[in-house]
């Protein structure tokens, strides 16, 4: 009897399991060399082809679009419990994740700090994907892994979405978004094998996510940043 009982338990945590395994077989451009990176299948347009095909989640909630070096998790996080304060059910979009892949995807409301997506929505999610696989070749993991987070804020109905962007920003998976603010960190050199060794590539990268007639927060940069 005990053992009947325990198994749907089992069961879904199998199938989570098996949804982050199949996450993980695609490509991760955070760990893959410049030459990959800059001259490989990357499709800019690819994102939003798929969540089209998945019914655009990406237009069904106001969001806040946050790009940087430094301390946009952090801004993230502020920006996103200040409004779980104010009432708003805030969908919370970062990366990495500190010690469970879930941490990732959050859905905050006053009753609920930690809001992690449940891994019964995270397989349900991956599986309309899973669907669509043949017609979206070389889909990368981060691609796969914001339609997951999109879809999930989209069906939850939440308010507000704060988005963090991947990698750079100019071709990041969340660039499909048309936010209610964009908003860039300060900078630095990171990520120069993909995103270039000096200051102004890195700058042209990360303003990839500033849209006509959207406001734009910025920290303070270095002139070379803001000459880009």
Request: aromatic share 8%.
């Amino acid at each position: 009897m005990n053992s009947s009982a325990t198994q749907p338990t089992q069961n879904k945590a199998d199938a989570y399991e098996k949804a982050l395994d199949y996450l993980y077989s695609f490509i991760n451009f955070e760990r893959k060399k410049q030459d990959r990176y800059m001259a490989s299948k990357l499709d800019h347009t690819r994102p939003r082809r798929l969540l089209d095909a998945l019914g655009t989640p990406y237009g069904r909630f106001p969001a806040i679009h946050i790009a940087g070096t430094k301390g946009k998790g952090s801004v993230a996080a502020i920006c996103a419990f200040t409004l779980r304060a104010a009432g708003y059910t805030v969908g919370l979009y970062t990366s990495p994740h500190l010690q469970e892949f879930r941490e990732r995807i959050r859905i905050l409301t006053l009753d609920d700090a930690d809001g992690r997506i449940p891994k019964t929505a995270f397989t349900q999610q991956i599986n309309k994907i899973c669907a669509l696989e043949a017609d979206f070749p070389d889909i990368t993991w981060f691609e796969i892994l914001t339609a997951i987070a999109f879809l999930h804020f989209a069906d939850s109905g939440v308010d507000i979405a704060v988005v963090e962007v991947g990698l750079g920003g100019r071709l990041d998976a969340t660039n499909v978004l048309t936010p209610l603010v964009s908003v860039i960190t300060r900078l630095s050199l990171d990520h120069t094998t993909l995103l270039g060794n000096k200051l102004r590539q890195i700058a042209y990268e990360k303003g990839g996510i500033i849209k006509p007639g959207i406001p734009v927060i910025s920290a303070n940069q270095e002139p070379e940043a803001m000459q880009e």
